[in-house]
């Protein structure tokens, strides 16, 4: 073990953010911290890394051992070039290096004794200088830096130009090249494009050391992550597996705690009836054994109702028109910027229902395609044309279709006038924006809610052909998987861009690869086009592999047809005994409303005889009294049998 966090609490304003977590990480292991924005994962990383105290629990680092962190926002302020900041990280080796290479000038020089002591300390140093890899650590370095999307043009480029994104690569690459014994990353695929994020991925399942990662990148945390730490309402829970493991063990136990609670509430509802009947029968022995199941009912733990998938983040997306079969048509588009030419002769088009990705490294002109498409730049050549009865909604990956000085209820109210109060407020509700939320100005919003306010008029648009630009930025998982079901009952057309593989593979249809300025045409998801992608560049070894798991369901399908002939016996079988319950629990139920039925009749028939024994007529014939009295008693014995049947059929039907 390198890691331990044991009993960590920590709240904020009375807050708890987090409460009595417990989970480690073993040497070497790649685990995962996920949770819904605000959970508390980026504030566990701040009190594994020392920056804040908890109130609690302890945090200890196995003895000798190093760790590295990566913010969300790293402060980078340097006069450096981004390779002399990447080297900083190296310097001990470069002055090795130097330190040897004076060595073996001095070595001219020296003789006897002197030159054989010399020899000892240069041998010392070079094989110091080998383990270090000193020999390769230039060629390391500029693996990383163009692992990273940084072309060797940049190298030169200072840390101050750079932007924000571009100094996080900066900070990760300083990291990658320390190689602590774990690394710490916060969301660190948030600034890289696929070809990156694919590179970080094979770096980070080969590292030697241990990683603990934040992120919201679903296939980046099914690639590496084999454990998964849940931030859930204060509650830290570990899963082993990467996250589909995670989400499918995550609904097992959902649907469990559900079940569990129901079944519960149905007892306690059970429990309850039978104690309102006991007390009805109004005898000593039913009323004592009432009050002892009132006991026993006391010292039941009632269970919480398990939270609903943030079921209170609602999309639904619904054209108002359907549109003509050919939505859109982009002939020989050609764009450029200051004499750079991004694409030229560009042409694909989209029928109705489709939806297409536009995938490809960052600058190669996706969110350019878009603007052009929505007359918000020009293009220099080409033609675009929109079908008949297509409407359009568009959402901006930085938001320039919100107004900035307007609040969240101004923005929908102004954008749609025909909405009345109560309207507005439940389409805000709708996403997560409730009572005085709704006045806060959008400059002061966070990006995960301008993407929700964002998402909230794209629903009210109706529109029935939707051009997203990178629609999970600064969505949570949830959220992203809330966005998922909704686009995939869209009945409308879909354009979008995105570098979210695992939202890729849920909504695409058909991909358009960007690249070299030009688009290649893919029919299927995000695994689809990576298989072809990998066929066309050969890369035979992931071919293989996934040529093997195409063999493994192969094989599993002709084992389940091996095997159809026994799971029919035990179906038959299971069948007949499902049969034999129902049967069973039918006589139950039968036999439990008849006794009902004869406690009615006998109760009523007591009630008569205490009429009769009442009235004038017979209050003074000692003969019908003594029959009466000789009835009730005997109604009374069968009562008392029947009250014992009924409470024993009840158990029965409700165990």
């Given at each position: 073990?390198?890691?331990?966090?044991?009993?960590i609490?920590?709240?904020?304003?009375?807050?708890?953010?987090?409460?009595?977590?417990?989970f480690?990480?073993?040497?070497?292991?790649?685990?995962?911290?996920?949770?819904?924005?605000?959970?508390?994962?980026?504030?566990?990383?701040?009190?594994?890394?020392?920056?804040?105290?908890?109130?609690?629990?302890?945090?200890?680092?196995?003895?000798?051992?190093?760790?590295?962190?990566?913010?969300?926002?790293?402060?980078?302020?340097?006069?450096?070039?981004?390779?002399?900041?990447?080297?900083?990280?190296?310097?001990?080796?470069?002055?090795?290096?130097?330190?040897?290479?004076?060595?073996?000038h001095?070595?001219?020089?020296?003789?006897?004794?002197?030159?054989?002591?010399?020899?000892?300390?240069?041998?010392?140093?070079?094989?110091?200088?080998?383990?270090?890899?000193?020999?390769?650590y230039?060629?390391?370095?500029?693996?990383?830096l163009?692992?990273?999307?940084?072309?060797?043009?940049?190298?030169?480029?200072?840390?101050?130009?750079?932007?924000?994104?571009?100094?996080?690569?900066?900070?990760?690459?300083?990291?990658?090249l320390?190689?602590?014994d774990?690394?710490?990353?916060?969301?660190?695929?948030?600034?890289?494009?696929?070809?990156?994020?694919?590179?970080?991925?094979?770096?980070?399942?080969?590292?030697?050391?241990?990683?603990l990662?934040?992120?919201?990148?679903?296939?980046?945390?099914?690639?590496?992550?084999?454990?998964?730490?849940?931030?859930?309402?204060?509650?830290?829970?570990?899963?082993?597996?990467n996250?589909?493991?995670?989400?499918?063990?995550?609904?097992?136990?959902?649907?469990?705690?559900?079940?569990?609670?129901?079944?519960?509430?149905?007892?306690?509802?059970?429990?309850?009836?039978?104690?309102?009947?006991?007390?009805?029968?109004?005898?000593?022995?039913?009323?004592?054994?009432?009050?002892?199941?009132?006991?026993?009912?006391?010292?039941?733990?009632?269970?919480?109702?398990?939270?609903?998938?943030?079921?209170?983040?609602?999309?639904?997306?619904?054209?108002?028109?359907?549109?003509?079969?050919?939505?859109?048509?982009?002939?020989?588009?050609?764009?450029?910027?200051?004499?750079?030419?991004?694409?030229?002769?560009?042409?694909?088009?989209c029928?109705?229902?489709?939806?297409?990705?536009?995938?490809?490294?960052?600058?190669?002109?996706?969110?350019?395609?878009?603007?052009?498409?929505?007359?918000?730049?020009?293009?220099?050549q080409?033609?675009?044309?929109?079908?008949?009865?297509?409407?359009?909604?568009?959402?901006?990956?930085?938001?320039?279709?919100?107004?900035?000085?307007?609040?969240?209820y101004?923005?929908?109210?102004?954008?749609?006038?025909?909405?009345?109060?109560?309207?507005?407020?439940?389409?805000?509700?709708?996403?997560?924006?409730?009572?005085?939320?709704?006045?806060?100005?959008?400059?002061?919003?966070?990006?995960?809610?301008?993407?929700?306010?964002?998402?909230?008029?794209?629903?009210?648009?109706e529109?029935?052909?939707?051009?997203?630009?990178?629609?999970?930025?600064?969505?949570?998982?949830?959220?992203?998987?809330?966005?998922?079901?909704?686009?995939?009952?869209?009945?409308?057309?879909?354009l979008?861009?995105?570098?979210?593989?695992?939202?890729?593979?849920?909504?695409?249809?058909?991909?358009?690869?960007?690249?070299?300025?030009?688009?290649?045409?893919?029919?299927?998801?995000?695994?689809?086009?990576?298989?072809?992608?990998?066929?066309?560049?050969?890369?035979?070894?992931?071919?293989?592999?996934?040529?093997?798991?195409?063999?493994?369901?192969?094989?599993?399908?002709?084992?389940?047809?091996?095997?159809?002939?026994?799971?029919?016996?035990?179906?038959?079988?299971?069948?007949?005994?499902?049969?034999?319950?129902?049967?069973?629990?039918?006589?139950?139920?039968?036999?439990?409303?008849?006794?009902?039925a004869?406690?009615?009749?006998?109760?009523?028939?007591?009630?008569?005889?205490?009429?009769?024994?009442?009235?004038?007529d017979?209050?003074?014939?000692?003969?019908?009294?003594?029959?009466?009295?000789?009835?009730?008693?005997?109604?009374?014995?069968k009562?008392?049998?029947?009250?014992?049947?009924?409470?024993?059929?009840?158990?029965?039907?409700?165990?």
């Amino acid at each position: 073990m390198i890691l331990s966090c044991q009993n960590i609490t920590k709240s904020f304003d009375g807050k708890t953010i987090v409460s009595d977590a417990n989970f480690h990480i073993e040497d070497q292991e790649k685990a995962a911290i996920v949770g819904i924005n605000g959970a508390g994962k980026t504030t566990l990383l701040n009190i594994i890394m020392g920056k804040l105290s908890p109130d609690s629990g302890t945090v200890a680092l196995s003895k000798g051992k190093t760790i590295g962190y990566l913010e969300q926002h790293p402060v980078l302020n340097s006069d450096h070039t981004i390779y002399d900041e990447l080297m900083s990280v190296k310097s001990y080796l470069v002055a090795m290096e130097q330190q040897i290479r004076d060595m073996e000038h001095e070595m001219k020089h020296k003789s006897g004794a002197m030159l054989e002591q010399l020899m000892e300390q240069y041998s010392r140093l070079t094989t110091q200088f080998e383990m270090e890899n000193g020999y390769s650590y230039k060629s390391e370095l500029t693996g990383v830096l163009k692992g990273l999307g940084f072309d060797e043009a940049e190298y030169d480029k200072p840390i101050n130009t750079l932007s924000g994104g571009q100094k996080t690569r900066v900070a990760l690459g300083k990291l990658l090249l320390l190689s602590p014994d774990i690394i710490l990353l916060d969301e660190p695929t948030n600034h890289l494009d696929m070809n990156a994020i694919r590179w970080l991925e094979n770096y980070l399942i080969n590292y030697k050391g241990a990683v603990l990662i934040v992120s919201h990148d679903r296939y980046f945390l099914n690639r590496i992550a084999q454990k998964i730490i849940e931030v859930d309402a204060g509650k830290v829970m570990t899963f082993t597996g990467n996250y589909s493991d995670y989400a499918e063990k995550k609904q097992q136990l959902r649907i469990s705690r559900m079940n569990a609670y129901l079944n519960q509430q149905r007892e306690l509802k059970h429990q309850q009836e039978v104690i309102d009947k006991l007390k009805s029968f109004n005898r000593e022995k039913s009323i004592k054994r009432a009050e002892s199941r009132e006991k026993m009912l006391s010292k039941v733990e009632i269970l919480e109702k398990p939270s609903e998938t943030r079921s209170d983040m609602r999309i639904t997306l619904a054209p108002k028109i359907t549109s003509g079969n050919d939505v859109l048509f982009v002939e020989n588009l050609t764009k450029s910027f200051d004499s750079e030419i991004l694409f030229t002769d560009l042409s694909f088009s989209c029928k109705r229902g489709e939806h297409v990705a536009i995938i490809g490294d960052n600058g190669t002109g996706k969110t350019t395609i878009l603007k052009i498409i929505n007359g918000l730049l020009p293009a220099e050549q080409g033609e675009i044309k929109i079908g008949t009865n297509v409407h359009i909604g568009y959402y901006d990956q930085e938001h320039h279709v919100l107004h900035m000085n307007k609040t969240i209820y101004d923005e929908i109210a102004d954008s749609y006038p025909n909405l009345t109060i109560t309207e507005i407020r439940n389409v805000l509700a709708a996403f997560l924006f409730t009572e005085d939320d709704v006045f806060k100005l959008i400059s002061e919003c966070s990006g995960g809610e301008r993407g929700r306010i964002s998402l909230a008029k794209l629903m009210l648009s109706e529109a029935n052909f939707l051009i997203l630009d990178e629609p999970t930025n600064h969505l949570d998982i949830i959220s992203k998987e809330i966005l998922e079901n909704a686009l995939n009952n869209y009945e409308g057309t879909i354009l979008y861009v995105s570098h979210d593989r695992y939202f890729i593979n849920q909504t695409a249809h058909r991909i358009l690869e960007l690249e070299n300025g030009k688009l290649t045409n893919y029919l299927g998801n995000y695994d689809y086009y990576l298989e072809k992608k990998l066929q066309l560049t050969g890369e035979t070894a992931q071919q293989a592999t996934l040529a093997g798991n195409h063999y493994a369901v192969t094989a599993s399908k002709a084992s389940q047809n091996d095997s159809s002939s026994d799971l029919l016996s035990e179906g038959k079988a299971d069948w007949k005994a499902q049969k034999e319950q129902q049967a069973k629990q039918r006589k139950l139920e039968n036999d439990f409303k008849k006794t009902e039925a004869e406690i009615e009749a006998l109760e009523t028939r007591q009630t008569e005889i205490d009429a009769e024994m009442a009235s004038p007529d017979i209050c003074t014939n000692v003969a019908k009294l003594t029959e009466l009295s000789r009835e009730k008693e005997t109604l009374e014995a069968k009562l008392s049998s029947l009250y014992e049947t009924w409470e024993l059929l009840s158990e029965q039907i409700h165990p």
